[in-house]
């Protein structure tokens, strides 16, 4: 622990010149519930799945030099029809094809 040992020891003790913090009350009633067909945090129901929790997909890791991973960033902003994930599944699926 260090120089840290006496922290919590001495939490509690007023330093000089200062008051001692109060503790903050309770809320008085709960919050109140969200009313029918309002919209919560996250997603909402009936989306489809992303690639992460999709069993069809792997996650895989690669190194790439910097200068290439920016140009091709750049090169996928302008494209909408597909994200890095789909141009590296594109690519690699056109290799496997090429050594048969």
Do not use: C, I, N, Q
């Amino acid at each position: 622990m260090g120089r840290f040992k006496g922290l919590l020891h001495d939490a509690g003790k007023a330093t000089p010149g200062r008051k001692p913090r109060e503790a903050k009350p309770a809320p008085a009633e709960p919050a109140a519930p969200k009313a029918e067909g309002s919209r919560g945090r996250g997603r909402p129901k009936g989306t489809g799945k992303g690639k992460r929790s999709s069993k069809a997909h792997k996650l895989a890791g690669a190194y790439l030099k910097r200068k290439t991973h920016a140009d091709v960033m750049r090169a996928l902003f302008d494209d909408d029809s597909r994200d890095f994930s789909d141009l590296v599944e594109e690519l690699l699926s056109e290799w496997l094809k090429s050594r048969k």
